[in-house]
């Protein structure tokens, strides 16, 4: 239905709803504009990080919220909103006031000059965080009640704790807690606020501690501190990776221990090294009790002919090698104290290798098995004697080992250099081998002079006599 004009001037004129006038000083706008200019005045002091007791919390018309006004005029306004005729919007020309439930600043949002998501805190909330963050401020915990709060997952602060005895009791109190969050807690902060070389040194004597903080250089993989932290530890004492299981004297504890070092961060050659060493020692364990109970039942051979004479427990890997070339030489492959086996698992080299199976096999006069070591066979069939020695060094070792002169000549012969091969077979009276050289080199002066130092009637000087009176034979 239509209204008249004068009906409309009749109803605006009698209306409660105002228009708005620029004029009007009195107006709505210019107290909201008012308002807001007081919250922000507010909000510069808290970035102003004033003391906390002068910060007040205020609503749009300035005054305190809490206040008696303030929960009159609040209690009005809720009223008017419910009694709101579905008309016009309208400017409300009471005092409007900030609901505390929809505030968009807390007690402790306001002390860090940011809003917070959700509703605003009762007024005794806002009161109970205020003397939560006075007592945190003003705390005067013990190292000891600083621990106990750490473990209950209450507020602490560990930067009141500046000199190195309060330090060192909160690490022994945290280690005595038993709680390896609390351990790695203060060690972050002694690791933030002590030089490198205190902190190392303070951490020897406690060992608990030094565990936590070389997982936690792990697991950061802070490789720099951590190869600082071992290396002080191997300069200053006993070493947590090289040098601490030369002091355990069990043989299993001292295994154990090194299985416990395969985790640390080594660098790829030092790792190697730990691996073979624990690798090492387990066969080691593992032969000796096999061998110890051989040798108490008397009914292996080599064990009576030749008794050991100490444990192979600890001992370097070249000697392992010798121990099995000579108690196990002609064990299978499979097995853990066969020869084969120790130089395919630890990758020893071919001439390490021969070097002590050669020795090995010569002490215990097994030439057949010295012979096999230089035999090689080529795609023909033919075979031919080879080492990756020198033949002079290989005689040198058989020679040590007590070999025949008729073993010796047959690698003597096998020296390529003519003057070498004399002086070795003078020097071990391989006699043929001398007189040989002389009638390939056709000297019969030197085949004389020679003649000379064999006993007379020996085959030796038969043969020098057959040479020499040869009419076929050319000489010089």
Request: with cysteine; glycine share 4%; hydrophobic share 35%.
């Amino acid at each position: 239905m239509m209204k008249s004009k004068a009906d409309e001037e009749d109803y605006w004129n009698s209306s409660k709803f105002k228009a708005f006038t620029f004029d009007d000083e009195d107006d709505e706008f210019s107290r909201l504009k008012e308002s807001k200019q007081a919250v922000n005045s507010i909000r510069r002091l808290v970035e102003e990080d004033d003391d906390e007791d002068d910060v007040e919390k205020v609503s749009w018309s300035g005054e305190p919220v809490g206040s008696i006004s303030w929960s009159v005029r609040e209690t009005a306004a809720s009223n008017q909103r419910t009694d709101r005729e579905p008309t016009f919007p309208k400017i409300n020309t009471d005092t409007p006031t900030l609901s505390k439930s929809n505030s968009g600043y807390s007690l402790s949002s306001l002390f860090k000059g940011k809003t917070k998501g959700g509703n605003f805190q009762s007024f005794n909330d806002c009161e109970s965080e205020l003397h939560c963050m006075n007592e945190w401020m003003n705390d005067d915990w013990s190292p000891e009640e600083t621990i106990q709060r750490m473990q209950q997952g209450k507020a602490f602060s560990l930067e009141k704790f500046r000199s190195l005895q309060d330090k060192l009791l909160l690490l022994d109190f945290a280690v005595s807690a038993h709680d390896g969050n609390v351990i790695t807690a203060v060690l972050i902060y002694l690791k933030r606020t002590l030089g490198k070389e205190v902190l190392f040194r303070e951490l020897e004597s406690r060992q608990t501690a030094l565990r936590h903080l070389i997982q936690y250089l792990t697991e950061t993989r802070d490789q720099r501190l951590l190869l600082e932290l071992l290396r002080s530890l191997c300069r200053t004492g006993p070493c947590t990776t090289g040098r601490e299981h030369l002091s355990i004297t069990d043989e299993n504890k001292r295994r154990d221990f090194l299985k416990s070092c395969l985790s640390l961060p080594f660098s790829p050659e030092d790792s190697a090294h730990v691996q073979d060493h624990f690798t090492l020692l387990e066969r080691q364990i593992i032969i000796e009790a096999t061998d110890r109970q051989a040798e108490r039942g008397g009914k292996v051979e080599i064990f009576q002919k030749f008794p050991r004479r100490a444990s192979i427990l600890n001992m370097p890997l070249v000697t392992t090698l010798y121990y099995c070339c000579f108690y196990h030489y002609t064990e299978p492959e499979g097995t853990y104290s066969s020869s084969l086996n120790i130089r395919q698992t630890f990758k020893i080299s071919e001439k390490q290798y021969f070097v002590t199976a050669l020795a090995a096999r010569a002490k215990l006069k097994a030439w057949s098995d010295v012979d096999a070591l230089f035999t090689s066979r080529n795609w023909l069939g033919f075979t031919r004697k080879k080492s990756p020695l020198s033949f002079q060094r290989v005689v040198d070792i058989l020679q040590k080992n007590s070999a025949p002169t008729q073993v010796l000549q047959d690698y003597v012969a096998l020296v390529d250099d003519a003057e070498l091969r004399i002086s070795l077979a003078q020097k071990h009276k391989c006699h043929d081998i001398v007189i040989n050289t002389y009638r390939d080199l056709k000297d019969r002066q030197l085949l004389l002079g020679y003649r000379g130092k064999v006993e007379r009637g020996s085959a030796e000087e038969r043969k020098i006599d057959e040479l020499l009176n040869n009419p076929r034979r050319r000489w010089k």
